[in-house]
């Protein structure tokens, strides 16, 4: 069955559909735009109102974005650095080159574990590799502790939000999904028993698994420490409870030194849910004899981190700290919500980074998802400029379609085409205009507007009218005028 | 003083009156006007869609028209935000360190018009009258692109007669984004769904702004639903006076 039959969102860059077409059911479904919205408009007051009391914001701002910076212009080193410290204390690392090969280093250490289950902390790089899945193929059922995640497993749902995969879900569908796989009939939509029951379950999980996966916020370089944020302590539960922990993250997830960290958690919590600290700070460093995991394992993971990395103008891409704020700023996504974007990260910062990647296989669409209004390069905590790598990522795109022959009659190429040609010498520009007239004229109905328009311009059309040709330009009405000499002017 | 106009493409074909409202507001501020008549476009669509190299010839073009120019004005923040934002970047991508230099001697005399008229003219009241109740839709370009800040308010506050609305979410875009209003249209449609409903709850009669490109946008959705309200460009309200009212009003 496929995807486009049953709406299910696909968060597969190379299964998903087109953005503009994966947005469409989402935008005949005013209750998910609606969750969407609600959630969006809740995180965003707070956000605000926190940004407001940090008079140093745009300060915290500039050094975040020259730490990341400075970390990714050495990669390498504080890598290196972090292995030797986190080997030092215990910790076990592993290089991953791309997804797959991260899945069989997570597989061979839970069949060391003869691990059947396992329970994971929200990571969005583990979504990244499909890990969950593969699991499951293999004979290990990864059971999720974060509230948001359980709900999305529970109720076979996808995450649509990095920091808040289950923004679009409301409160009555929670209680929906948990009735029907916890089998509690009678549990109301009160959160307080909706949370009950997510305690009761999840706490069965914690007592009897004794392996646990989790992501990284940040991996400290000076130390060989991890760090990971969360807000509801299920994390904490995973990393003091189970025997052996593995570790999956990101490469670009390195900060050179411990006291980084203080730059990081001052805006990361603020900028994400808008609250001053999030509730649970967790830094844990290789093995400590007789607290928490005796076995630590640390997958690195490349999967085009290292192609980003290489080019001048993506290289800022990395820069990120997985805030989310971009989603919640930006209004592409408070309209369409994170599905359509057909990937594990939505939104602005999806937009970028999905392409990227698929080293611009799939997801092609991406960079064209956005209006260019600049609200996410504003909300980013280490200043990542979206807009100009979405430009230069539309750039890229455009080199590879404008070669297809499919495109020669494309009408957006064939017009922007002929539209540079235009451009170039103002007497074409001012024949364009003259034969434009007579050419909209066919479509101008009496009261001097267009209501409806062929090909490209249909799309405008669906939504708006557009006012005829006026029956003078402004270059025609200024030679018109003459050359007369301005009296006023002194 | 002497200013010379880059009207845009948009403006020149679709919008003369906004383009004739900047003459007649900045001769009466006393500015010595002139008018390139080779210019064409800043290649806004062509960089935002792709379009490198054609974008690169748009603004090599208008280096080139106007590096002798003592000032440039232009109607519009989005454009301005293009040459500003886009220019150095497509300068130093080609290689042309020619262009980027005669640029960056050129840049700082490139206005958008409220800028020019604060800025430069060093003028708040520029003896406009127009007797209607308006709201100010800012766009994303004049915010965030090229920071205009308060200068729209500073010079729409000082016009006689008007009363001036507060828009809601005015941070929030309309959804046009160029040809993203096309290759995206539902999406775009959806918000300006969104941004019309802030603005006809103002109950003004006129949304005004920085730019004709937001104001199409939402205008054209204006004309599909027969709503009570009309899209006007910021040029016009402040180039209307009791004896000479703006076009629109006619």
């Known amino acids: 069955m496929s995807h486009a039959a049953t709406n299910q969102p696909v968060l597969d860059p190379k299964l998903a559909l087109p953005f503009p077409q994966a947005v469409l059911p989402v935008l005949r479904n005013p209750q998910l735009r609606k969750n969407v919205a609600h959630a969006i408009d809740v995180i965003q007051a707070k956000r605000a109102r926190l940004v407001e009391e940090k008079p140093d914001w745009q300060e915290l701002r500039s050094a975040a974005a020259a730490i990341r910076m400075h970390t990714l212009e050495n990669l390498g080193s504080y890598l290196e650095q972090f292995e030797a410290n986190c080997t030092a204390r215990g910790g076990i690392v592993h290089w991953a080159a791309d997804a797959e090969e991260a899945r069989r280093i997570i597989l061979e250490l839970l069949r060391e574990e003869n691990a059947s289950e396992v329970i994971k902390i929200k990571t969005m790089t583990s979504a990244e590799i499909q890990l969950n899945p593969f699991l499951q193929a293999s004979g290990i059922n990864a059971y999720e502790t974060d509230l948001a995640e359980i709900i999305l497993q529970l109720g076979e749902g996808e995450p649509s939000h990095i920091v808040v995969p289950a923004l679009h879900v409301n409160r009555s569908q929670v209680r929906e999904i948990f009735a029907r796989r916890m089998g509690l009939k009678d549990l109301s939509d009160d959160p307080k028993e909706l949370t009950n029951a997510a305690r009761n379950y999840l706490r069965q999980k914690f007592l009897k698994i004794p392996t646990a996966i989790s992501g990284a916020n940040f991996l400290i370089a000076e130390t060989g420490s991890i760090g990971v944020v969360e807000s509801e302590g299920n994390g904490r539960m995973c990393l003091t409870l189970p025997r052996t922990m593995i570790t999956l993250a990101g490469v670009e997830k390195v900060l050179p030194r411990f006291q980084d960290l203080e730059v990081m958690l001052q805006l990361l919590a603020r900028n994400a849910t808008g609250e001053r600290m999030n509730p649970y700070t967790s830094l844990w460093t290789g093995v400590t004899p007789g607290d928490g995991p005796q076995r630590f394992h640390v997958v690195l993971l490349d999967n085009e981190r290292s192609s980003i990395l290489a080019r001048n103008k993506e290289r800022q891409t990395l820069k990120c700290i997985r805030c989310g704020a971009c989603m919640n700023a930006c209004p592409v996504y408070r309209q369409v919500g994170g599905h359509a974007y057909g990937s594990v990260y939505p939104g602005p910062i999806g937009s970028i980074l999905t392409p990227q990647l698929m080293q611009m296989h799939y997801a092609k669409t991406l960079p064209y998802a956005s209006s260019l209004c600049g609200a996410c390069y504003e909300a980013c905590p280490t200043k990542i400029n979206i807009p100009e790598v979405l430009l230069d990522l539309r750039a890229q795109v455009t080199n590879i379609e404008r070669k297809q022959f499919s495109r020669v009659l494309d009408p957006m190429y064939l017009g922007l085409r002929i539209a540079n040609l235009i451009f170039s010498r103002a007497w074409m520009f001012h024949a364009a205009q003259f034969f434009g007239r007579f050419g909209l004229g066919i479509f101008t109905r009496k009261d001097g507007w267009v209501h409806s328009l062929p090909s490209v311009g249909g799309e405008w059309t669906q939504t708006r009218d557009l006012r005829g040709f006026p029956s003078q330009t402004f270059h025609g009405w200024w030679a018109a005028r003459g050359a007369k000499p301005n009296k006023e002017a002194k | ?250």
């Open chain 2, 1 to 250: 003083m002497r200013a010379s106009l880059f009207i845009t493409c948009y403006n020149d074909t679709l919008y003369p009156e906004t383009g004739r409202a900047v003459v007649s507001l900045l001769e009466r501020l006393g500015v010595e006007l002139e008018f390139h008549p080779k210019q064409t476009c800043c290649g806004q669509m062509h960089a935002n869609t792709g379009f490198r190299g054609e974008a690169f010839s748009q603004a090599k073009r208008f280096v080139r028209l106007y590096q002798d120019a003592e000032n440039v004005v232009i109607p519009s923040s989005s454009c301005v935000s293009m040459i500003r934002e886009q220019y150095p970047r497509l300068f130093e991508e080609m290689g042309n360190e020619e262009l980027r230099q005669q640029f960056a001697a050129l840049s700082p005399r490139v206005y958008e018009l409220s800028e020019f008229i604060i800025d430069r003219l060093g003028v708040e009241d520029v003896g406009a009258y127009f007797p209607h109740r308006v709201t100010y839709h800012a766009s994303c370009h004049s915010l965030r692109g090229i920071h205009l800040g308060d200068r729209p308010f500073r010079l729409l506050g000082k016009v006689r007669g008007m009363k001036l609305i507060p828009l809601p979410h005015l941070d929030r875009c309309c959804g046009f984004g160029g040809t993203f209003s096309v290759k995206n249209g539902e999406v775009s449609s959806a918000m300006l769904t969104v941004k019309l409903q802030d603005v006809l709850a103002t109950g003004a009669e006129y949304c005004t702004g920085p730019d004709n490109s937001c104001l199409m946008h939402m205008g054209g959705a204006m004309h599909r639903l027969y709503a009570d309200m009309k899209t006007i460009h910021m040029a016009e309200i402040l180039a209307s006076t009791q004896e000479s009212p703006a076009e629109a009003t006619l």
